[in-house]
């Protein structure tokens, strides 16, 4: 028996679909949405790399007197940047 690749589809977040009316349209724009990988797989690059560079703060960061400000800008950051890479994985 010949081994076959198996791919699980994973629903689309429906933040994706929500401004859609019919399930037709919901249809085709998640078609489109999977079909973009190529666009989804770069975008979730950028942003590892963005929450990377957010992940290792710098000795400098903790020296400046208003370290704690930039320590919760740079918590808010990862949160967002992980929010948008939950939508990027479609599989």
Do not use: Q
Request: aromatic share 10%.
């Amino acid at each position: 028996m010949k081994d076959k690749e198996v791919f699980i589809l994973y629903r689309l977040p429906t933040v994706w679909t929500s401004h859609l009316k019919t399930s037709k349209e919901r249809e085709e724009f998640e078609a489109y949405i999977r079909n973009s990988s190529s666009l989804l797989e770069r975008l979730s690059t950028i942003i590892m790399d963005r929450i990377d560079e957010l992940e290792c703060p710098t000795k400098a960061d903790y020296e400046d007197a208003a370290w704690p400000y930039k320590a919760a800008d740079r918590v808010g950051s990862l949160r967002a940047y992980k929010s948008l890479l939950k939508l990027t994985r479609l599989t």
